[in-house]
């Protein structure tokens, strides 16, 4: 078998973002861009977010110097990685790895930008590390596949990204292939995430994807001082991949490293919601508009998934039809379809529908079923298949390629467009587009500190009074 821990970390170690094709050093900048965004609004906007913050505040973790993005207070690196991870996935409007059915920018980045804060690393050193971490957080996703490690509960965005966080401060610190050896070693002992929070709309699941971008730094950290981590921490025979999944295919994370990017195949949200509902959301505000329909003149409707899908926006059918909160809704199939039909739009003030009266007609009109033309198009293609019954008729419309993918990817103005529209309520108009060019733009500075201090609210607030 290849040396596959080995082979990864020399990798990681030696990545240079000089020599990465042109493609993949634009993608980095609009995929930090995006997770800057949702950090933002997540600090103000999230409803577990209070919550994240006292306990930070109770352990000791807002003590320091280093940025919370949105947040004008102070952390130590541990808190800032913890809680800019937990930020980052609170919304559900990160970023998405299809194939490996996971968000790697939401451990990966905050895990970078913390260790960078403490070494005062440069754009480029900063950008080398996110690239780390998206490949090791996706191609781990792949080797398991992510689907066996779904059916046994693991939420991977959380487990493969403690790897991925773990790569990308090693990159920040600059580590060689032993010392990252170590780092992945240490991030074995800590890798956990688990999908029950599916239950009752539990808030773990943000938490633990936070978790883990601090696990990451904290291993990255002890590699870095010399620490021990276990050998052989992904192909051995009690290694990531053979505990975590009943028939992994190790050597499957390797394929194409250095030449195909994983980072390339990852997509970004146009809606705030479980990406599985996003080939029907896109389906219904086509459909709404194509045909000027009214929510009254809806009969039925029927989404059709794939079967990972249903798990996830589609079952049980009557529980998805009733949300109660912002979570219930983000894994609500009929929710987020019965948004865009009404309203031909689904963004993150589209919570406020939870209890709108127009929305909640149209909930159980909308069933979620696993189609077989859907699922086998999955795990290569998140798409989704929208019937609905008006005026006597039916209307189909299938999405194979959702916007956002990356074969759809949004552009530059669309991903600004994003991006103003979660930060501009947090900085101001002027402030976001400071730090929106100042993202774009890290390649070329010297210290990412100038960046992370654009992003503070009483910054900005000083600043516009000069």
């Known amino acids: 078998m290849a040396a596959v821990t080995e082979t990864i970390a020399t990798y990681c170690a030696s990545l240079d973002f000089a020599t990465l094709p042109g493609d993949v050093r634009e993608r980095t900048r609009f995929l930090l861009l995006d997770l800057v965004g949702n950090i933002v609004r997540g600090r103000h906007d999230a409803e577990s977010t209070p919550a994240l913050l006292a306990m930070a505040r109770a352990l000791g973790l ?31 409007f990160d970023d998405t790895h299809a194939a490996g059915t996971l968000h790697p920018g939401a451990p990966v980045i905050p895990a970078t ?3 960078a804060e403490m070494v005062g690393a440069d754009g480029r050193t900063v950008l080398s590390a996110i690239v780390a971490g998206y490949e090791v957080t996706c191609r781990l996703a792949l080797a398991l596949p992510g689907g066996d490690h779904y059916d046994r509960g693991y939420h991977p965005t959380a487990t ?4 991925g966080a773990a790569a990308a401060a090693g ?24 999908l029950q929070f599916l239950a009752n709309g539990a808030w773990t699941k943000r938490f633990q994807v936070g978790w883990s971008a601090m696990n990451g730094l904290a291993a990255a950290t002890l590699a870095r001082e010399g620490f021990r981590g276990a050998a052989e921490a992904f192909e051995g025979k009690a290694g990531f991949l053979r505990a975590y999944a009943p028939n992994p295919t190790p050597e499957r994370a390797l394929q194409g490293l250095g030449t195909q990017f994983e980072l390339m195949n990852t997509a970004v949200k146009p809606y705030p919601s479980c990406r599985y509902g996003h080939a029907c959301i896109d389906a219904a505000i086509a459909l709404r508009a194509e045909l000027g329909l009214k929510p009254e003149e809806i009969e039925a409707v029927t989404m059709g998934l794939p079967n990972k899908g249903m ?9 998805k ?5 912002v979570v219930d809704g983000q894994f609500s199939g009929p929710f987020v379809v019965s948004c865009g039909l009404a309203t031909g739009h689904m963004g993150w003030d589209s919570y406020a529908l939870l209890s709108d009266s127009t929305v909640r007609s ?7 079923v696993e189609d077989p033309e859907i699922q086998a198009l999955f795990p290569t293609h998140m798409a989704g298949k929208l019937t609905i019954r008006a005026r006597g008729q039916e209307f189909v419309r299938k999405i194979t390629v959702a916007k956002g993918e990356p074969e759809n990817f949004l552009t530059e103005p669309e991903l600004r467009a994003k991006f103003h529209g979660l930060v501009d309520a947090v900085l101001g108009a002027e402030r ?24 503070a609210p009483i910054m900005a607030a000083r600043l516009a009074g000069e």
């Open 321 to 325: 039809q009733n949300p109660q909160n």
């Open 362 to 368: 149209l909930l159980p009109k909308v069933n979620c």
């Open 160 to 163: 493969c990204g403690a790897f």
């Open 113 to 115: 930008l913390a260790a």
């Open 432 to 455: 976001a587009a400071q730090l929106a060019d100042a993202v774009l733009g890290l390649e070329r500075m010297a210290d990412v500190n100038g960046m992370m201090r654009l992003a």
């Open 311 to 319: 798990l996830l926006v589609g079952a049980p059918l009557a529980y």
């Open 62 to 92: 807002a003590a320091g110097g280093s940025a919370v993005l949105g947040d004008s207070a102070r952390y130590t690196p541990a808190g800032a990685a913890m809680l800019n991870g937990a930020l980052a996935h609170s919304l559900d």
């Open 171 to 194: 990159r920040v610190f600059g580590l060689d292939a032993k010392a990252m050896q170590d780092a992945f070693g240490i991030a074995l002992s800590q890798a956990a995430g688990s």
